[in-house]
T-cell receptor
Framework: AQSVTQLDSQVPVFEEAPVELRCNYS??????LFWYVQYPNQGLQLLLK??????LVKGINGFEAEFNKSQTSFHLRKPSVHISDTAEYFC????????????FGKGTRLSVIA | SAVISQKPSRDICQRGTSLTIQCQVD?????MFWYRQQPGQSLTLIAT?????????ESGFVIDKFPISRPNLTFSTLTVSNMSPEDSSIYLC?????????????FGSGTRLTVV
């Protein structure tokens, strides 16, 4: 079975500062990796995903993530955050064989401070 | 990618009653997944529904409490039975999809359930 650990439950950061949200996964098989964002009282929005190929993945809103197989990590980064980035961020994993559900981490609350 | 219509979007229910949530997908899919998001928490998988067979439930979830139907390849329902305030959550369905250009998951808009 797959599992995801998001190492930080809350990350406060000042506006225009860089941020990294950490995600580690566990799996005995090859995986797909995803980052989702959830704004207050809203649904999930896909930020980016890693399926194969280049380990550096660029997503929406200036976010990027790097897949590191040896460290089983998929950390999310943004070089300069905005107040509007304040939200809950979820890392998720699935087997790459198809017909499998996403398994979510517990989430990281990003708070951007003016 | 697939489009999911989930209803109801929200409901307030009395304890001891049941609520059935519906998800309709605009294309045929093999598996449908049901999740629960408790207040301030992440998404937890309840069960996987495969057409023509009984749903597969995750640890901590049982069929008597969360019966699921999957009558065809585009539709599924989740019932929350004998509700208590602890069942107050957002419930979401999801499907996995792949087309010639991309692969990913689509989520319904969620059902926000409040049990009083």
């Amino acid at each position: 079975a797959q599992s995801v650990t998001q190492l930080d439950s809350q990350v406060p950061v000042f506006e225009e500062a860089p941020v990294e949200l950490r995600c580690n996964y566990s799996s005995s098989v090859s995986v797909y990796l995803f980052w989702y964002v959830q704004y207050p009282n809203q649904g999930l929005q896909l930020l980016l995903k890693y399926l194969s190929g280049s380990t550096l993945v660029k997503g929406i809103n200036g976010f990027e993530a790097e897949f590191n197989k040896s460290q089983t990590s998929f950390h999310l980064r943004k070089p300069s955050v905005h107040i509007s980035d304040t939200a809950e961020y979820f890392c998720a994993v699935s087997r790459n064989s198809g017909n499998t559900p996403l398994v979510f981490g517990k989430g990281t609350r990003l708070s951007v401070i003016a | 990618s697939a489009v999911i219509s989930q209803k109801p979007s929200r409901d307030i229910c009395q304890r001891g009653t049941s609520l059935t949530i519906q998800c309709q997908v605009d294309s045929q899919v093999t598996m449908m997944f049901w999740y629960r998001q408790q207040p301030g928490q992440s998404l937890t998988l309840i069960a996987t529904a495969n057409q023509g067979s009984e749903a597969t439930y995750e640890s901590g979830f049982v069929i008597d409490k969360f019966p699921i139907s999957r009558p065809n390849l585009t539709f599924s329902t989740l019932t929350v039975s004998n509700m208590s305030p602890e069942d107050s959550s957002i419930y979401l369905c999801s499907v996995e999809g792949a087309d010639t250009l991309d692969y990913g998951y689509t989520f319904g808009s969620g059902t926000r359930l409040t049990v009083v």
